[in-house]
């Protein structure tokens, strides 16, 4: 029979078996934030209403520098790209977009979450060394996905306000009036091209378009043609979506008319962005090709709108540095971890002070049954004894 004593040291192991089942959920979660360091939130300067801290300087910086760049060019760079973010949450701010901060944060973990499990097979180490590799920090992760889940609200709030339309008509007469579309030659100066050569076939391809040797058509699906995913019914777009360079040649065409070669930024297949040659012909913006495109065209609508209304803020806000900036050199900027796993760290050290009470537990347990056994086997000899004793009286 088990005595109340050494029930309670098995009540002791179950609960702590449970302790240590109930940890190992917790621990299975791949992408609880990581603790900041002290220097990634350190404030280096302000955008308007809202503090910038010392994590997306130093990711910037490390980003955008180049050799032969200079600290004043890379300083204007880094504020560019800071403003353009706070820009994004001023415009929330402006136009009342609504969100709980709940949701938000549940927003926020399903996309590092998803970011982990997709990009680094659940690995949670290898998310941890990618955002160090990248000079990020898990905290700044977090802040971009932050501003990325705030802007996908930006056209409800617009389109709540009325400055967003959604009436198919007045979308439709937006379009026609405010996009072109385009078709293209684009000839990449990728690294060990023949520049000259390169301009020389966009001008000998420009030049057989006008005198009608040839047409845009049978260029596109030529070799010199390294566009390999533009649209056979070609682009349309608003100002604000493409290259300025582009944008204007394309705007100031009449339909039908070709560009002279323009030179523009364009991406190639693999995502890279290179500089390249473009002759551009302006195609007509006709009800069948809106009508059958009109979902493609109502996004582009919409985000020609929210970047026009960024743009309006950027014009508004400038970034700041404080005095502590100011005294960096932002080409050789004090290197900051993606964080401490401090939530890892202390579900370890529970884990393993349970573990401590369940091997004491145990012990205790045991001693206590062995215990028990030679008192049992002490009492079972001594009653043998008696009954010895009596036995030998009784003869």
């Known amino acids: 029979m088990i005595t109340k004593r050494g029930r309670a040291f098995i009540r002791l ?13 917790f621990t299975g979660c791949k992408s609880h934030a990581l603790s900041p360091e002290k220097q990634a939130l350190k404030v280096v300067g302000t955008v308007g209403d809202y503090e910038v801290n010392y994590e997306e300087l130093y990711f910037l910086a490390n980003s955008y520098k180049t050799d032969g760049m200079t600290e004043d060019e890379l300083w204007e760079l880094i504020s560019e790209n800071i403003i353009a ?19 938000l ?16 097979g659940g690995k949670r180490g290898d998310y ?44 439709i007469a937006y379009v026609k009036k405010n996009f ?5 030659l684009m000839i990449a100066n ?20 006008k005198d009608g040797s040839t047409s845009m058509y049978k260029l596109i699906g030529g070799a010199l043609n390294e566009d390999l995913l533009i649209p056979s019914d070609g682009y349309a777009f608003a100002r604000g979506s493409m290259e300025k360079a582009y944008e204007d040649a394309a705007f100031a065409l009449e339909v039908g008319e070709y560009s002279d070669v323009i030179s523009a930024k364009g991406e190639l297949g693999t995502g890279e962005y290179v500089d390249c040659y473009y002759v551009i012909q302006r195609l ?56 401490t796993d401090v939530f890892t ?27 028990k056994k030679a008192a049992l086997l002490a009492d079972k000899a001594k009653r043998a004894l008696r009954q010895g004793g009596n036995k030998n009286e009784a003869k």
């Open 13 to 25: 192991l179950c609960i702590c078996l449970i302790l240590i089942t109930s940890l190992s959920l």
């Open 85 to 103: 973010n706070y820009a994004i949450l001023t415009l929330c701010d402006e136009v009342g977009v609504e969100y709980s901060e709940d949701e």
């Open 105 to 120: 944060e549940d927003g926020i973990q399903a996309y590092v979450d998803s970011t982990v499990e997709s990009d680094f």
């Open 128 to 171: 941890i060394d990618a955002l160090e590799e990248s000079y990020m920090t898990d905290h700044y992760v977090r802040f971009i996905a932050r501003v990325d889940l705030l802007y996908s609200r930006i056209e409800a709030a617009l389109a709540k306000s009325g400055e967003i339309v959604t009436d198919d008509e007045d979308i």
């Open 180 to 184: 072109v579309r385009t078709w293209h």
């Open 190 to 209: 990728n690294d060990g091209d023949d520049v000259e050569k390169n301009l020389e076939n966009a001008e000998s391809s420009l030049k057989a378009l």
């Open 284 to 339: 007509a913006l006709d009800d069948e090709y809106i009508n059958d495109n009109f979902s493609t065209l109502y996004d582009s609508y919409a985000d020609s709108v929210i970047a026009a209304k960024l743009d309006e803020v950027k014009e508004t806000l400038e970034f700041k540095p404080n005095d502590y900036a100011k005294s960096l050199d932002v080409t050789a900027l004090e290197k900051i971890d993606a964080g």
């Open 345 to 371: 760290i202390v579900i370890v050290c529970i884990c393993v002070g349970v573990a401590v009470l369940v091997a004491v537990a145990v012990i205790l347990t045991v001693k206590h049954f062995k215990k």
